[in-house]
Each structure stands twice: as structure tokens, then as C-alpha cells.
């Protein structure tokens, strides 16, 4: 039998868990959607060096 103490703290473990992962994954798709900006902006001046050279 646990005690409500017990209960509390892996309650309390979990809510960290959970939330360390919501941040994991929060860091993840903002480093993806950094790259493809970064991709884009490249891509743009690329093609404004293309432009300006023609």
C-alpha cells in the first residue's frame, strides 16, 4: 500500500517527465523550422544574386 505522500511524488515525477519531453520536443521542431528558414532565406539570396547578375 502506498501512502498519499507516495502518490504525490511520482505525480509530482511525472509532471516533470512529461514536461522535460514537452520542451524536448518543443527544441526539436524549432531547430526543423529554423533550418527550413534558414534553407529559404539562403535560397532567396541565391536567386536575387542570380538576378542582379543577369
Known amino acids: 500500500m502506498t501512502s498519499h505522500v507516495d502518490e504525490a511524488v511520482k505525480a509530482r515525477i511525472a509532471a516533470a517527465e512529461a ?3 514537452r520542451r524536448r520536443q ?4 524549432l531547430a526543423e ?3 527550413h528558414g534558414l534553407e529559404a532565406r539562403m535560397t ?3 536567386r536575387r544574386w542570380a538576378e542582379d547578375d543577369a
Open 44 to 46: 532567396a539570396k541565391m
Open 19 to 21: 514536461k522535460r519531453a
Open 26 to 29: 518543443q527544441r526539436v521542431e
Open 33 to 35: 523550422a529554423r533550418a
